[in-house]
């Protein structure tokens, strides 16, 4: 997740102060966002910089008002037409796993069940969410956790599998 990019999306939308900024990017992440103020500010003071953003004064309030530029909504534009691409290998629980696999860790079996536990904790918290979103009429939020939950559908598929293998 990059906090420069969900600014300057926010920003896109309508000039706005750091605080409302950190909110809506809260929002935006959806229930795994929990942002650190002070990493908006300093984001801000790197766009600003960078000529992406510029201040256009305070509010009624004394914030101060952000607003994106043309080279920041051209740095936008391109970065979500860059495409994602997915490697497992840098994920935290397959690297641990390939590295218990690497030593012939011999307690294999109880990370595979506790990451399963986890798992399956997520994806209770997260289809009871989605139904929330559904029944809010929450479009976006809705697509974002069944998205979630297809993913995390792979994973205890891919632990089943190692875990069927090891018993052959």
Not at 74 to 98: A, I
Not at 105 to 114: A, C, N, S, V, Y
Not at 130 to 156: C, M, P, S, V, W
Request: with cysteine.
């Amino acid at each position: 997740m990059s906090v420069k990019y969900g600014i300057l999306t926010l920003l896109s939308l309508k000039t706005n102060h750091g605080y409302e900024l950190k909110i809506e990017l809260e929002n935006l992440l959806g229930i795994k966002g929990k942002i650190n103020p002070g990493q908006i500010y300093t984001t801000l003071d790197r766009l600003t910089r960078d000529q992406l953003v510029s201040s256009v004064g305070m509010d009624d309030q004394e914030r101060k008002l952000y607003k994106i530029t043309v080279e920041g909504k051209k740095e936008l534009e391109n970065w979500l037409l860059e495409s994602v691409p997915y490697d497992s290998t840098k994920e935290d629980f397959h690297f641990k796993w390939s590295c218990a696999r690497k030593i012939r860790f011999e307690q294999e079996q109880k990370m595979l069940e506790q990451q399963k536990v986890m798992l399956m904790k997520d994806v209770m918290e997260l289809t009871q969410l989605k139904t929330e979103f559904l029944i809010q009429g929450d479009e976006n939020r809705y697509l974002l956790i069944t998205g979630t939950l297809l993913h995390l559908e792979a994973d205890l598929n891919w632990i089943n599998q190692v875990e069927n293998r090891n018993r052959t």
